[in-house]
Every structure is written in structure tokens, then in C-alpha cells.
């Protein structure tokens, strides 16, 4: 007849077992200490939440990476249990109605300094690894031409490549200036040797070159001690003959448009692997349109280059008053025309 009181005595007894190891997993120093972490992060206080960690060191680093990364603070910072796991859950505000959310987990040692979450950057999202953290980034249909009002392209993105010179290489300056003269007359070892003397022991920018310039002599380039290079993207003239003062306000202009259709995406960017989480893609733009008209354009260029006092041409539709073309001469230019 007492078996029952028996069986009762024994379910109370693995009751409170399983709530006393529950409170031992999670209890309120881990939480208290999550909590605290969170706060510090909503702030911006990194030295504060590293300090909450394991290695304050590494920690600060990897969550000034992340803060850096999306460019904020996160609106919202809260601690919950999920799956028997303390999670830390942030809501990221990145600006013109776009929102992120992210998901951490937490794990804890005990240190001669109390309880410390065992820092990895999984605290902040569950995705980054090691050496881990987010990134924000706007996207832009960069391969989106500018055109003139037949269709005709006036300018596109283009591979240029920046090529400098280390002080210490300063007896390379004929060399370089040698390979780079068909492209950049203007360059000579003279000049190359006149403005370094002036940088202080900085590198010297030597010359820009797009990539039908630059790929020829790349690999003599490439030779030269002291010669560092550097590739990278600009709106440039299709045809770089084709000068004009009215497309000098045209990259800015089709930078404008390019935001107003812009994308964007978050990432997890880790060591050897890069994870979009989230984002949108830009939207759809064939080209940016013109009212310059390239063949006159080239007519009104080859009026004023044979002109030896200062020349410039403008042509204007009549019809609708937009620019059809604007040219100058080196005359012209010489005076700040």
C-alpha cells in the first residue's frame, strides 16, 4: 500500500533534480552577465563588453569589426533560452527601412575575475566563425553605362590599375616613367623624381592607367623593385580622345542615379568564406542618359583643335535646350575655361 507514496516521493525527487540542474546550467550570474554584455553592445561601449569575456583582447577587436561593419549599433539588444541555450537576439536599424536581425549563442567559464562568457563571435551570430563578423554593404549596378541621346555609350566602369613608386626605389623612376610614356606622356623620371623629393618618404602615385594601357606592360612593370600596383574600378570615357568639359559632372551624376536604385546585403565574412544573410537586389536600370550626341560631339572637337587662340563650342537642341556638345581647345583649357 505505500508503493504510490514511494513512486510520488520519487518523481517530487526527480523533479527537483531537474530543476536544480537547469538553475546550475543557466543561472542568474550567466544570465546578469549576457545581460550586461548586451547593454554594453546597444552603447557602443566595446572595452565594456570585452571585458565580459574570456579574452577581452580578441573580443574587442571582433565586435569593433561587426559594429564597423554595419556601420551602428544595434536598436534592440535581448537575452532569451532557446533550445536549453542562452541567446543573444539584436535588431540592427541599417537606414532607409532595412533591418537585420541576428542570433548569438553564449557559453560561460568561470575565471579568477567571476563568470565570463567564453568569447567567439558566434555571441554575436550564430554564423561567424573565428576572426568572423558582419558586414553591411550597398550594392550598385556599376556596369550601367552612360549613354548620349542615340544610345551611343559615353562612359563605363573600367579596370584601372594605380601604379606608385616606394621612396626607396627612387632610381627606378626612369624605368617606370619609360614603360608608362605611351600612355601618360606627361610622366618623365624628371618629374617622377621632383615630387617624390617632396612626399616626405611617402609613396608617390605615379599614374593611373585603364586596362588596354596597363596590361602590355604589366609584367615589365610588375619587375621593377619599389613599384606597387593597385586595381580598382572608374567611370571613364569609352573614347578617351573624346574630351569635354560637360562630362566632368557626369560620374557624379550617375553615381546619384546609381543610389536612387540602389541594393544591399549583409554578410558573414569569415576566414575562407563569405555567407549573405540577407538584402535586396538593385534595381533595374538599363543606362544613364544624355542629351550629348557623340557625333557632334567629335565634329565640335575637331572645329576648335585646329584654332590656335582660345576656342570652346557649345551646342544646344533647340527643341528641347538640352546640351548636345561642349568643346574646347588646349588654348581654352590653359586658361581655365
Same mark, same amino acid.
Given at each position: ?52 569575456? &574570456? ?55 568561470d575565471t579568477a575575475n567571476g563568470l565570463r562568457i567564453q568569447w567567439s ?34 562612359? &563605363?566602369?573600367? &579596370? ?36 617624390m623629393s617632396a612626399l616626405n618618404d611617402r609613396d608617390y602615385i605615379v ?19 619599389g613599384v606597387g600596383l593597385s586595381e580598382h574600378g572608374q567611370l571613364l ?101
Amino acid at each position: 500500500m505505500r508503493a504510490p507514496h514511494r513512486l510520488l516521493l520519487a518523481s517530487v525527487l526527480t523533479l527537483i533534480m531537474v530543476a536544480t540542474s537547469s538553475c546550475a546550467l543557466f543561472t542568474n550570474e550567466s544570465h546578469d552577465t549576457l545581460r550586461a554584455f548586451a547593454d554594453a553592445i546597444k552603447v557602443g561601449d566595446v572595452d565594456a563588453a570585452a571585458a565580459l569575456t &574570456t579574452d577581452p583582447a580578441t573580443a574587442a577587436v571582433d565586435i569593433q569589426s561587426t559594429l564597423d561593419g554595419l556601420g551602428t549599433t544595434p536598436t534592440t539588444v535581448s537575452v532569451g533560452l532557446d533550445s536549453s541555450v542562452l541567446e543573444l537576439v539584436a535588431v540592427w536599424e541599417l537606414g532607409s527601412g532595412r533591418f537585420l536581425e541576428t542570433q548569438g549563442t553564449a557559453e560561460f567559464a568561470d575565471t579568477a575575475n567571476g563568470l565570463r562568457i567564453q568569447w567567439s563571435p558566434k555571441v554575436l551570430d550564430k554564423r561567424l566563425e573565428p576572426n568572423g563578423h558582419l558586414l553591411f554593404a550597398e550594392l550598385l549596378d556599376r556596369e550601367t553605362p552612360v549613354v548620349d541621346r542615340n544610345g551611343g555609350e559615353v562612359m &563605363t566602369w573600367q &579596370t584601372v590599375t594605380t601604379i606608385s613608386l616606394n621612396p626607396s626605389a627612387i632610381d627606378s623612376a626612369d624605368a617606370v616613367a619609360a614603360l608608362v610614356s605611351n600612355a601618360a606622356p606627361s610622366v618623365t623620371g624628371a618629374s617622377i623624381r621632383e615630387e617624390m623629393s617632396a612626399l616626405n618618404d611617402r609613396d608617390y602615385i605615379v599614374v593611373a592607367l585603364r586596362e588596354s594601357d596597363f596590361a602590355p606592360i604589366r609584367d615589365e612593370l610588375s619587375a621593377i623593385d619599389g613599384v606597387g600596383l593597385s586595381e580598382h574600378g572608374q567611370l571613364l570615357n569609352v573614347d578617351r580622345s573624346l574630351t569635354s568639359p560637360a562630362l566632368r559632372e557626369l560620374p557624379e551624376a550617375w553615381e546619384e542615379i546609381l543610389h536612387d536604385h540602389k541594393g544591399w546585403s549583409v554578410s558573414a565574412v569569415n576566414p575562407g568564406e563569405t555567407i549573405v544573410i540577407t538584402g535586396g537586389e538593385p534595381l533595374e536600370i538599363t543606362d544613364v542618359p544624355t542629351s550629348l550626341d557623340l557625333q557632334i560631339q567629335q565634329a565640335a572637337l575637331d572645329a576648335v583643335s585646329s584654332e590656335e587662340q582660345p576656342a570652346t563650342i557649345v551646342a544646344i537642341d533647340p527643341s528641347t535646350g538640352g546640351v548636345l556638345a561642349v568643346a574646347q581647345n588646349s588654348a581654352a583649357d590653359t586658361q581655365g575655361q
